[in-house]
Nanobody, 121 residues
Framework: VQLQASGGGLVQAGGSLQLSCSAS????????TGWFRQAPGKQRELVAA???????TYADSVKGRFSISRDTATNTVYLQMNELTPEDTAVYYC????????????????WGQGTLVTVSS
């Protein structure tokens, strides 16, 4: 499975961005797709994930502000980010796996390149 992330950029606090993660290859094997982020000096953390049954999960810090969705027609998973704060500044990565939903990066076998999100105050 190959993943291509896009959509990062610079936005002011309170603004919105939508990230996209396009999958190719053995797409039928994907059971879960997630978005992780890594801020400078911090560990990579799960932001949101969605299963093949469209069951989402979110980090507490983004609940109510971020929304993950998937478009099976285009094999794309989106992360809609609203009410952004400077604390959301990070490199965002999409990841996928053939296993069950997990919050741990080691449980995801396929990774896309990161896309930088910068939120200015």
């Amino acid at each position: 499975v190959q993943l291509q992330a896009s959509g990062g950029g610079l936005v002011q606090a309170g603004g919105s961005l939508q990230l996209s993660c396009s999958a190719s290859g053995r797409i039928s094997s994907i059971k879960v797709t997630g978005w992780f982020r890594q801020a400078p000096g911090k560990q990579r953390e799960l932001v949101a994930a969605i299963t093949m049954f469209n069951s989402p999960t979110y980090a507490d810090s983004v609940k109510g502000r971020f929304s993950i969705s998937r478009d099976t027609a285009t094999n794309t998973v989106y992360l809609q980010m609203n009410e952004l704060t400077p604390e959301d500044t990070a490199v965002y990565y999409c990841a996928a796996d053939t296993g069950a939903l997990s919050r741990y990066e080691l449980d995801f076998s396929s990774w896309g390149q990161g896309t930088l999100v910068t939120v200015s105050s």
